[in-house]
């Protein structure tokens, strides 16, 4: 299925439901579960560290290091699957990705607060090709500055296979979120592909 715009104010996200077969994202998500080398970092939250609530993983170029909420990660070498992903990824972004975040929510209990990836290793206008593995779990959208993009709150459920591709001022406008759940309870692996400006 091709890409499909979704229609926000301030934002350029795209949608595609069916980036992979259901086939190729069952097989995606058991080989990446087993062979990843996943962390459980804790992060600073309003002056306490705490671990965060999902494992994380994170890949890429050796020179593309990356920070957010008090931690900086020197990225692990890409792993042919993961290499792949980005080849296919690019083709049907047209951007590049050097690095990629990988999140993976064990259950429904594991969530991503609000934030936008917009770190100054990004630039002002990320490209994030976002693709989801696994049990369906709620993404949701809402205006950083309501008073400037009038807009309710977006909830999307995001099926195992699917790709979000999220560019241009979106991070600068919109945060997004990925909440605790009790109707979506089997494991989500998270896969963000980004582009470390100087990596």
Known sequence: MPLVSLPLPDADVLLDEAFLTPAAAEALLRELTDTIAWRHEPIKMFGKEVLQPRLTAW???????????????????????LQQLRQQLEAASGARFNS?????YRSGQDSMGWHADNEPELGPA?????????????????PRDPARTPHAPVSLDLPGGSLLLMRGA????????VPKTARFAGPRLNLTFRWIVGG
């Open 59 to 81: 890949h890429g170029d050796p020179t593309a290091r990356y920070r957010y909420s008090g931690l900086a990660l020197e990225p692990q070498p890409w792993t042919p699957a």
């Open 170 to 177: 979106t991070q600068q406008h919109w945060l997004h979120a």
């Open 126 to 142: 990320p490209v994030i090709a976002s693709l989801s593995l696994g049990s369906t779990r709620r993404f949701r959208l809402r």
């Open 100 to 104: 990629v975040l990988l999140n993976l």
